[in-house]
């Protein structure tokens, strides 16, 4: 995670509109899918090229985004949203983070556009019901991720994150596990726990965990941890110490250390800073992108 990362609503519609000969660069982390809903673009990047016609949708990949340029003549509007694997604690388990993150650095491709009509477009379209909740909204973006991304998760599905890492039989059988591990249990889970699981000695657990994960048990832990006090500290009321409590720390005063220490400033000081960049004109902003 980076310190100086602008925390961003997740799986949240917003909206983006570019003068005639406009150029929009996400800087969102994750995959970023946007919708044009009026006018006219291009897709640009350094594989290929693409028209973006109105009501047609493009999907960005992690990493390796390419730009829109709107039209010359009469501008595009947009409205996009971003997921993030990394914040999808409760849904994608830490073997298939591992896929989408090595999937991510592989993938050279342009682009995917989904022409207007096309049953993704259409799909996005719908989120734009206003008499959806932000929890539809929300399962609606999901599964629009899942169905343009399923194709890659089911190759790691096959058993490629297991192959291409295990020589051995401890890490054979930490890779399948993470595979099937929901990345919410890292929230309360002992090394012990985990040296039980994968039956070799906490030493060799250590090491090999990292060669899997690409980082340390401890480090990966707080990684998630900290991800989930975010979502928390920025989208409940709940005290800090009941925040740190849920995120897996056991000590408040632990928590307070490690957040600042990540972010640079105290739970409390990093909630009220995103509540301050985040003002009612958005959630009235957003409401009118849902009546459009």
């Known amino acids: 995670m980076n310190p100086k990362h602008v925390f961003e609503p997740h799986l949240v519609i917003k909206h983006v509109s570019l003068p005639p000969g406009g150029e929009w660069r996400p800087d969102s982390p994750g995959w970023v899918f ?14 290929e090229n693409q028209l973006l016609e109105t009501g047609s949708v493009i999907a ?3 990493l390796d985004r390419g730009y829109v340029r709107a039209s010359q003549l009469d501008g595009a509007s947009l409205h996009f949203f971003q997921v993030e694997p990394e914040r999808l604690v409760g ?21 995917r556009v989904f022409r207007a009509g096309h049953h993704v477009s259409e799909r996005f379209k719908n989120c734009s019901n206003p008499k959806l909740s932000p929890f ?23 058993g490629r994150t297991a192959s291409t890492v295990s020589t051995t039989d401890a890490r054979t059988r930490m890779a399948e596990l993470l595979k099937e591990m929901p990345a919410a249990a890292l929230l309360d889970l002992t090394l012990n726990e985990l040296v039980t699981q994968v039956q070799c000695t906490p030493r060799h657990v250590s090491r090999v965990f ?6 340390s048990f401890r480090k990966k832990q707080s990684e998630v941890r900290l991800l989930r006090a975010q979502e928390l500290l920025a989208t409940t009321e709940s005290k800090v110490l009941e925040v740190a409590m849920e995120s897996g720390f056991q000590s408040v005063s632990l928590f307070n250390l490690m957040f600042k220490r990540r972010f640079g400033l105290t ?9 301050a960049n985040n003002p009612a004109k958005r959630r009235i902003h957003r409401a009118s992108i849902l009546k459009a």
């Open 60 to 62: 960005f990949p992690w």
């Open 91 to 111: 849904l994608v388990t830490l073997g298939e983070q591992q896929f989408l993150r090595a999937a991510a650095r592989r993938n050279q491709c342009s682009p």
């Open 267 to 275: 739970p409390g000081r990093w909630r009220e800073r995103v509540r």
């Open 136 to 158: 539809s909204i929300r399962l609606q973006l999901l599964e629009i991720f899942t169905e343009v991304i399923g194709g890659e998760l089911n190759g790691g599905a096959n």
């Open 34 to 47: 946007a919708r044009m809903t009026a006018g006219h673009a291009y897709a640009m990047h350094t594989v």
């Open 210 to 215: 990292n060669e899997v994960v690409g980082m």
